[in-house]
């Protein structure tokens, strides 16, 4: 029998070990990240809402009534509507509190 010197590599075992933890790490990162994309995507929602409201507000002071969007936006107090990162539409109820039908908190002046 021959005997082999200076064999180098690694073990099926070895590279079996470091799969599953790289599999455990992934199992730990993609729910953290899909989490953190979510209350992202609803903070933007909540920041379009606050610049509907401001805009709303110019249009109040200037008119005296609360607005449709698209009122602002022919108004020139808003140049287009702000797209909701959640996919919902953006509403002014009549006492001025804007909201978005996707689930985020209205915003009230």
Not at 12 to 24: N, S, T, W
Not at 75 to 97: E, Q, R, S, W
Not at 100 to 107: L, S, T
Request: glycine share 8%; proline share 5%; charged share 15%.
């Amino acid at each position: 029998m021959r005997k082999v010197r200076n064999q180098k590599g690694f073990t099926i075992m070895e590279l079996m070990i470091v799969i599953v933890i790289i599999g455990i790490l992934i199992a730990i990162a993609v729910p953290a990240y899909q989490n953190f994309m979510a209350r992202a995507q609803a903070t933007a929602c909540q920041a379009n809402e606050r610049v509907i409201a401001s805009a709303a507000g110019l249009y109040y002071a200037d008119q005296g009534s609360w607005p449709a969007i698209a009122a602002i936006i022919a108004a020139g107090h808003l140049d287009k509507l702000p797209v909701c990162p959640l996919g919902g539409t953006y509403t002014i109820a009549a006492d001025g509190t804007v909201d978005c039908d996707a689930g985020v908190a209205p915003y009230a002046h």
